[in-house]
Each structure stands twice: as structure tokens, then as C-alpha cells.
């Protein structure tokens, strides 16, 4: 297994573009999630999926971030009409579900840049 | 409202030295506890993880922590610091759900001088 897959990793649009980021997580791992990094900051939680279910969505999801994992596997992220302050890392992390908290594991990020 | 505070924003130490890194929580029941790292670019490795049991845990890369309830702390320690291990160290409690909904801490960079 070769871990959590994110896809691009980097990416730079203009202000209002509309962007998609894809996540592929750890195969077995039926929990997925999704994660926002700032310059300087810790990530923050934005989303969770069990299975093809989006079981809880942070507040700082506008209606401008849709997310989704049809399948209950990959996951995509896109957002929409695109402003600078959403610039960030944006992690994807998975976790299986066998009891409570396990490890979550992360990929490697993708880095947004809204100029 | 859960909260993690890692008080010291930059560190560094010689290497060979010893490292504490500092993490203190707000949570209303026992705490899920984790310690990552984060290389530059890079996503986020875990140390080490406190869920019961022994106070002090061992993780990857010779580091370990100490949960102490009474001063809502899980500081992460090093006895000996080698200079790959200048990252960025996020502290991380689990929130109610039973699932990995993180909250992290802002982070401290650790430098690492030869």
C-alpha cells in the first residue's frame, strides 16, 4: 500500500476559478477526511466521510466547498469561484473502522494558491 | 470548547541535546492524545498516540510522551536530538465521535543547530 494519495499537489489559480482536488486514501480505510492548513497554523478539520457518507462538515465549509466520495473510495474536494483567503495546504487523511479512534493517516497535501 | 495550546511557537536546540516540547489541552473528558510531525511540504507523520493505560508513551524516532491529567499536558521528549529532526510538531486531541476528527495546535518549529 502505498498510503494516502493526493492529486495535484500543487496548484495555482486565478481568483474566482473554480478548482478540484482528488484524495485516494489507504484502500482498506472506510473513514476519509479532510483537513485545511494555513501558513503558521495547525490543520483544521473541514470534513468526514464514512463510506460514500458525508457524516459531518465543519463551519468553515461555505457553500462555495463541496466535497464528496461517491463510491467509498477516492474522495474530491472542489471549490468554487476561488478568493485568495483560500489559499492554504489542504490535507486528506484516512482511518479504518475497527473501534473508536484509530490512526489517521495523512497524505501529502495539496497546495492551493489564489492569485 | 476542546482546545490544544503548544506555547512555544519556535525552538532550537543543539544537536545531541534534549528537547521538550510543550501541549496543553481543554477537553471535557479523557482525551484522545497525538503528537505528528510535519516536514516541509510534507504531510503529517505520526509519533506516538495516548488513548489509556501507561502515562508515558513511546513513539517512532525515539520520541516519547507524558499524559499528566492534573496539568492537562501532554508534553512530547527527546533525549537526544539529531538534526533530521528539525520539522514542525503539531499536538492533537480527538474530539467527541468516535472517529478522527483532530483538533491540532498552531504548531512549534524545531531548528536544529549542528
Known amino acids: 500500500d502505498t498510503g494516502v494519495s493526493q492529486d495535484p499537489r500543487h496548484k495555482i489559480t486565478k481568483r474566482g476559478q473554480n478548482v478540484t482536488f482528488r484524495c485516494d486514501p489507504i484502500?482498506?480505510?472506510?473513514?476519509l477526511y479532510w483537513y485545511r492548513q494555513t501558513l503558521g497554523q495547525g490543520p483544521e478539520f473541514l470534513t468526514y466521510?464514512?463510506?460514500?457518507?458525508?457524516?459531518?462538515k465543519s463551519r468553515l465549509l461555505s457553500d462555495r466547498f463541496s466535497a464528496e466520495r461517491p463510491k467509498g473510495s477516492f474522495s474530491t474536494l472542489e471549490i468554487q469561484r476561488t478568493e485568495q483567503g483560500d489559499s492554504a495546504m489542504y490535507l486528506c487523511?484516512?482511518?479504518?473502522?475497527?473501534?473508536?479512534?484509530?490512526?489517521?493517516?495523512f497524505g501529502q497535501g495539496t497546495r492551493l494558491t489564489v492569485v | 470548547a476542546q482546545s490544544v495550546t503548544q506555547p512555544d511557537i519556535h525552538i532550537t536546540v543543539s544537536e545531541g541535546a534534549s528537547l521538550e516540547l510543550r501541549c496543553n489541552y481543554s477537553?471535557?473528558?479523557?482525551?484522545?492524545l497525538f503528537w505528528y510531525v510535519q516536514s516541509p511540504g510534507q504531510g503529517l507523520q505520526l509519533l506516538l498516540k495516548?488513548?489509556?493505560?501507561?502515562?508515558l508513551v513511546q513513539g517512532i524516532k525515539g520520541f516519547e510522551a507524558e499524559f499528566k491529567r492534573s496539568q492537562s499536558s501532554f508534553n512530547l521528549r527527546k533525549p537526544s536530538v539529531h538534526w533530521s529532526d528539525a520539522a514542525e510538531y503539531f499536538c492533537?486531541?480527538?474530539?467527541?465521535?468516535?472517529?478522527?476528527?483532530?483538533?491540532f495546535g498552531a504548531g512549534t518549529r524545531l531548528a536544529v543547530h549542528p
Open positions: 487523511a484516512s482511518s479504518s473502522l475497527t473501534g473508536g479512534i484509530t490512526e489517521a493517516f
Open positions: 484502500s482498506e480505510h472506510n473513514r
Open positions: 466521510f464514512q463510506n460514500e457518507a458525508q457524516l459531518e
Open positions: 477537553y471535557g473528558a479523557t482525551p484522545y
Open positions: 495516548y488513548f489509556s493505560g501507561d502515562t
Open positions: 492533537a486531541v480527538g474530539a467527541p465521535g468516535g472517529y478522527n476528527k483532530l483538533i
